[in-house]
């Protein structure tokens, strides 16, 4: 797996450089991420080719400044495994979604989505991750209803009804 701080970004050689971390790092490469998506969705593969390799400088730079950024770990591994196939990096930044993001349910079901096809070609600790998403994905949909249930006997007590 790769250090701490994301994936290695062209423009800082490899070093930690925060200097162009700032609000909209993060917001410019989900913008990037809902434009390859829709490209995916259109089925217009020449601008997702065009996209994908923007899309994946921006994650990167996102993640320098942001390491536990599952979507952003996830949306670089999925892209990766696009252009590269089953590779090595496209295996550490799906450990790193797993490892950031390991209980939420959109990155869990997302991550069924994109990697549950391929779940025996991945490494014991991702078929791990991904037995532990058909879990959550399973409990997720009474979830909800459990915490407004929750909240809402809460209130009634607090409020002395």
């Keep these: 797996m790769r250090g701490a701080v994301g994936p290695a970004d062209p423009a800082t050689s490899g070093i930690l450089d925060l200097r162009h971390c700032g609000?909209?790092?993060?917001?410019?490469?989900?913008?990037a991420v809902r434009q390859v998506d829709a490209a995916f969705d259109g089925q217009d593969l020449a601008s997702v080719e065009t996209l994908v390799p923007q899309t994946l400088t921006k994650i990167a730079r996102s993640l320098?400044?942001?390491?536990v950024s599952s979507d952003l770990w996830l949306?670089?591994?999925?892209?990766?495994?696009?252009t590269d196939g089953l590779s090595p990096q496209v295996v550490s930044d799906l450990e790193m979604a797993c490892r950031t993001g390991p209980?939420?349910?959109?990155?869990?079901?997302?991550?069924?989505?994109?990697?549950?096809?391929?779940?025996s070609a991945l490494p014991a600790s991702l078929q791990a991750c991904l037995d532990r998403?058909?879990?959550?994905?399973?409990?997720?949909?009474r979830?909800?209803?459990?915490?407004?249930e929750n909240a809402i006997?809460?209130?009634?007590?607090?409020s002395g009804y």
């Design 75 to 82: 949306a670089s591994a999925r892209l990766r495994a696009f």
């Design 23 to 31: 609000n909209g790092v993060y917001g410019a490469a989900i913008s």
């Design 103 to 119: 209980t939420q349910s959109w990155s869990a079901s997302a991550r069924l989505k994109g990697f549950a096809p391929i779940q």
């Design 64 to 67: 320098a400044c942001a390491p």
């Design 143 to 148: 979830f909800p209803s459990y915490l407004r």
């Design 133 to 141: 998403d058909r879990r959550i994905a399973a409990v997720q949909p």
């Design 153 to 158: 006997r809460a209130g009634k007590r607090r």
